[in-house]
């Protein structure tokens, strides 16, 4: 019996420019990969019984996962959205790198992006986030209450801005 598994809900279409490049970048990186590994792997298959062969099915399962990343990015490519301008407001919106601080007084910063260049490391939140959510259509000084899972928390924007189009 295999394992069923309900299918992910739709993430949203959009990209900012850089992200875009860099899920060009991989695939093409991917596909250079997957050159390297299908010669390994033909290297491995040559030298004799299979069954038992450790390199053999490293490689197997290596070009699977590579295979299956780049017929993700073949499919989410096209697709997708890429937002080339900031708007024209003091509000919260795609793109928005926005300052806020907590109930204790600490501050975070975040960018919201696209689900595909999500980066807890730099603070850059998916618009289809429970924050991202919350801070849509905000402008700065107001107190947003957002809940992800069981916990709730409330924030203050600080500041919003947006990087400019090169």
Known sequence: MGRWRPPAPESSPYITPTGFA???????????????????LSAAAAEGDRSENAEYIYRKKELGGLDRRIRYLQKRLPVLNVVRESPN?????FGAIVEVCDKAGETHTYRIVGPDETDARTGAISIDSPLAKALLAKRVSDAITFSSGEKTATITVVSIQYEQPQ
């Open 22 to 40: 860099v899920l060009q970048a991989e695939l093409k990186d991917i596909w250079l990969r997957r050159r390297d590994v299908v010669k390994a």
């Open 89 to 93: 407001c003091d509000a919260i919106y």
